[in-house]
């Protein structure tokens, strides 16, 4: 499976305030920028902020809702981003395997290399 890896949704989930946000919208089936400024560490201005990145790549939805808005989880970008993140693992553990027989190669070789110098010593 080729997935395309997504700058502006990586960036996007790379803020720890960011993904906490999203924890609390899924956890409490939405929330408004003042809901959320009262569990974050941060101001509403800065929540406000925050779901604009998260809605530029598509990862929150608002609607209105009195004077605020109220944010959901789209949960089909979020599986993308999931998707992303499960591919981009799965070709690190495959390279940091190819590194892992390497080192253990070159180790197999100094080690008999150095039996061979001890038995011609």
Not at 84 to 93: H, K, N, P
Request: a positive charge; glycine letters at 10%; proline letters at 2%.
């Amino acid at each position: 499976m080729s997935v395309t890896v997504d700058d502006d949704l990586w960036s996007a989930v790379g803020d720890p305030i960011r993904r906490r946000m999203l924890d609390l919208l899924l956890a409490g089936g939405g929330g408004t920028a003042t809901t959320l400024s009262e569990q974050l560490p941060v101001t509403r201005q800065a929540v406000t902020k925050h779901l604009g990145v998260l809605g530029r790549v598509g990862l929150v939805h608002g609607t209105p809702s009195g004077r605020e808005r109220l944010y959901h989880v789209d949960e089909a970008q979020l599986a993308r981003a999931v998707a992303q993140l499960s591919a981009v693992g799965a070709t690190w553990d495959a390279r940091l395997q190819r590194i892992k027989r390497l080192a253990e190669t070159i180790q197999r070789t100094r080690n008999s290399q150095g039996t061979d110098s001890a038995e011609n010593g």
